[in-house]
């Protein structure tokens, strides 16, 4: 099973509302990322927890704020966003992030959140 | 600095023809090489990766890959495509001994019957 689930698929919010994304894999991967991808973009890496210690923070502002309670799960916890931050959400996971395989390891990704914001 | 390039961002095509989508890397460290495939309102599946040997790759769905360092490419190719192949093609490189995966721009393959 090489599945990544996220929920909800949608999500629509008003920039004052607190919502939150979660993200699940039960392949016992060690690493696991969140993505933005704007339409027509390649995806942007935000966040990458590995081994649930939270290992790349690319200078996201702080109204995204990531949470890995356990090796398989993943949150993005959501406050005070802003229009421009409607884009896709995806999460990956991967078997020992791709530092701890020399950058051989294979990403897996889910189908997204859609996200929305008034 | 690392960095990817998928020259065309569109590539029409017909229904059981050939197709090659072009993507060239830069990098003065060893990088491996992935292509990944996102159809309408999906995530991204991995098709292949380049990794080490062979420099010919194979993939899922009829895709393969070609590796040539001296010229920096990883192009993909399907000698026959369908109008399921119609998707955004994305060429990926990672850094050794980083997390991190950089993504080229994507090419959107369209598929016309």
């Known amino acids: 099973d090489t599945e990544v689930t996220q929920t909800p698929k949608h999500l629509v919010m008003g920039m004052t509302n607190k919502k939150s994304l979660k993200c699940e894999q039960h392949?016992?991967?060690?690493?696991m990322y969140w993505y933005k991808q704007k339409a027509k973009k390649p995806p942007e890496l935000m966040f990458v927890y590995s081994y649930e210690k939270l290992s790349i923070n690319e200078s996201v502002p702080s109204r995204f704020s990531p949470e890995c309670p356990n090796s398989s799960l993943l949150n993005l916890h959501l406050h005070a966003l802003q229009p421009e931050d409607s884009a896709l959400y995806l999460c990956a996971s991967s078997q020992d992030g791709l530092a701890g395989a020399w950058g051989t390891d294979t990403q897996y990704f889910g189908p997204g959140t859609r996200l929305t914001v008034l | 600095a690392q960095s990817v390039t998928q020259l065309d961002s569109q590539v029409p095509v017909f229904e059981e023809a050939p197709v090659e989508l072009r993507c060239n890397y830069s990098?003065?460290?060893?990088?491996?090489l992935f292509w990944y495939v996102q159809y309408p309102n999906q995530g991204l599946q991995l098709l292949l990766k380049?990794?080490?040997?062979?420099?010919l790759v194979k993939g899922i769905n009829g895709f393969e890959a070609e590796f040539n360092k001296s010229q920096t490419s990883f192009h993909l190719r399907k000698p026959s495509v369908h109008i399921s192949d119609t998707a955004e093609y994305f060429c990926?490189?990672?850094?050794?001994?980083?997390?991190?995966?950089?993504f080229g721009t994507g090419t959107r393959l369209q598929v016309f019957p």
């Open positions: 990098s003065s460290v060893s990088v491996y």
């Open positions: 380049y990794l080490s040997g062979s420099t």
């Open positions: 990926a490189v990672s850094i050794y001994n980083t997390d991190k995966l950089i």
């Open positions: 392949m016992g991967h060690r690493a």
